[in-house]
């Protein structure tokens, strides 16, 4: 079955930085990826997503990358600020008739001041 | 918009009890999933509604978890009985699920706290 694999698993930056995560993917079918944060006591919110027939996306300091060839995808956070500290995860869906979401393992960024 | 409500935040029960989660979509949404969270992982989906029919139930313990959609809108999860492992997050998410649009957004809830004692 498909699987998702998410690196770093804690990346500590200081306020300002920019904030890399990547994920590769195993399933060569997947054709949308999101992005979701999640704070403390917190569902995952959608944070930013990108489809297969497009390479990179942008909305204000946060840009995904997609490499189909190579099977990964990359969030990319600039001017960090200390409220962007939460657990990103990064997913994959396969289609199975019906859209079905692979999640990665997360990230733990931590933004100090 | 009114986002996925969920219902309880927090539940504590002993071990070979009986639990039940509650979900509401956001509305118009035809799509519902539930997914476990175990902590410092990822959220795994148990099983995916679309409108009142199961789409995908593969990973659902269905000796113990069982859950339904009667009206095509709100989902309850039930766990009978409880084991140990069970301890995690239960998360509903909604989507629109219109097959023709491709894959669309999943919206989450905050999610229910499950700890078995």
């Known amino acids: 079955g498909e699987n998702v694999e998410q690196h770093p698993s804690t990346l500590s930056v200081q306020e300002g930085d920019s904030a890399v995560i990547k994920c590769t993917y195993s399933d060569s079918a997947s054709n949308y990826f999101p992005w979701y944060k999640q704070e403390l006591g917190k569902g995952p919110q959608l944070i930013i997503d990108i489809r297969s027939n497009v390479g990179e996306k942008k909305d204000q300091r946060i840009a995904v990358t997609l490499n189909k060839t190579a099977k990964h995808f990359s969030l990319h956070i600039t001017e960090t600020q200390p409220e962007d500290s939460a657990v990103y995860f990064c997913?994959?869906?396969?289609?199975?008739?019906?859209?079905?979401?692979?999640f990665g393992t997360g990230t733990r960024l931590l933004v100090s001041p | 918009e009114a986002g996925v409500a969920q219902s309880p935040r927090y539940k504590i029960i002993e071990k070979r009890q009986s639990v039940a989660f509650w979900c509401n979509p956001i509305s118009g949404h035809a799509t519902l999933y539930w997914y476990q969270q175990i902590l410092g992982q990822g959220p795994k989906l148990l099983i995916q509604?679309?409108?009142?029919?199961?789409?995908?139930d593969s990973q659902l313990p269905k000796d113990r978890f069982s859950a339904e959609r009667l009206k095509g809108v709100d989902s309850t999860l039930k766990i009978q009985p409880a084991k140990l492992e069970d301890s995690a997050v239960y998360l509903c998410?909604?989507?629109?699920?219109?097959?023709?649009?491709?894959?669309?957004?999943?919206?989450f809830g905050d999610g229910t706290r499950l700890s078995i004692l």
């Open positions: 998410a909604s989507s629109l699920g219109r097959p023709w649009d491709g894959n669309q957004p999943q919206h």
């Open positions: 997913a994959a869906s396969i289609r199975t008739g019906f859209q079905k979401l692979v």
């Open positions: 509604f679309q409108n009142n029919g199961v789409v995908d």
